[in-house]
């Protein structure tokens, strides 16, 4: 079972940029799919940002297109989340997650399995 542990959370202005880290506890690293999901306040969890196991292919959720980056260092067992021109509405809590089998369905909740604790990303206006 694999461990995920975010990192790089904090408070920003609009147009500040970020970048989270998800370190995670497998050596096997580059065996999982990896993906960003946030969930702000009152809302329901939704998917940012998904990288394949080799970092080919991404996807992005069409509210960061052409501002956050996702990609990950397989040597490290990390995936980031390079996150520029952030906006008030980016505020949410920030979550990674992984899964060895993911489909065609990378922006559903559902078919990740590993899911780390969060960290929260404030953006003021």
């Known amino acids: 079972q694999v461990q995920l542990d975010e990192s790089g959370g904090g408070l920003v202005q609009a147009g500040d940029s970020l970048r989270l880290s998800c370190a995670a506890s497998?050596?096997?690293?580059?065996?999982?799919?990896m993906a960003w999901f946030r969930q702000a306040p009152g809302k329901e969890r939704e998917f940012v940002a998904h990288?394949?196991?080799?970092?080919?292919?991404?996807y992005y959720a069409d509210s960061v297109k052409g501002r956050f980056t996702i990609s990950r260092d397989n040597a490290k067992s990390t995936v980031y989340l390079q996150m520029t021109s952030l906006k008030p509405e980016d505020t949410a809590v920030y979550y990674c997650?992984?899964?060895?089998?993911?489909?065609?369905?990378?922006?559903?909740?559902?078919?990740?399995?590993?899911w780390g604790q969060g960290t929260q990303v404030t953006v003021s206006s």
């Open positions: 997650a992984a899964d060895r089998n993911l489909g065609t369905n990378y922006y559903q909740i559902g078919s990740y399995d590993y």
């Open positions: 497998e050596r096997a690293f580059s065996s999982y799919y």
């Open positions: 990288i394949s196991r080799f970092g080919r292919t991404k």
